[in-house]
């Protein structure tokens, strides 16, 4: 069973920056994607970056391109989302995903352990 815990979140101003961190354990995801969606209130939860931990690719929303960067650590089993230039319409609870796969999907369907969660608040 795949735990997964993000941390990181947090109030931030406009242009800002935070590094969200997941930490996954209970093995099984080593083949697998890793993906961070985010949901805001009243919207649908969306892709936000995905790395697959085999393949090494990853994957962006691109609205998120060139702002945010998604990252590995084979040796602490820990997927990073490090987001600059931050806008209010990125303020949402942030997920971390393991997916069934090796390439990554953009659909929340085709993940299937989530973590609980992190809020980021970016204010004017």
């Known amino acids: 069973q795949v735990q997964l815990a993000e941390s990181g979140g947090g109030l931030v101003q406009a242009g800002g920056s935070l590094r969200l961190s997941c930490a996954a354990s209970?093995?099984?995801?080593?083949?697998?994607?890793i993906a961070w969606f985010r949901q805001a209130p009243g919207k649908e939860r969306e892709f936000v970056a995905g790395?697959?931990?085999?393949?090494?690719?990853?994957d962006y929303l691109v609205d998120v391109k060139g702002r945010f960067t998604i990252s590995k650590d084979n040796t602490k089993n820990t997927v990073d989302l490090r987001m600059n230039t931050l806008k209010p319409e990125d303020t949402a609870v942030y997920y971390c995903a393991v997916g069934r796969g090796v390439l990554i999907a953009v659909v929340p369907s085709e993940y299937n352990y989530w973590g609980q969660g992190t809020q980021v608040t970016v204010s004017t």
């Open positions: 790395i697959s931990w085999i393949l090494g690719t990853t």
């Open positions: 209970g093995g099984g995801f080593t083949r697998n994607t």
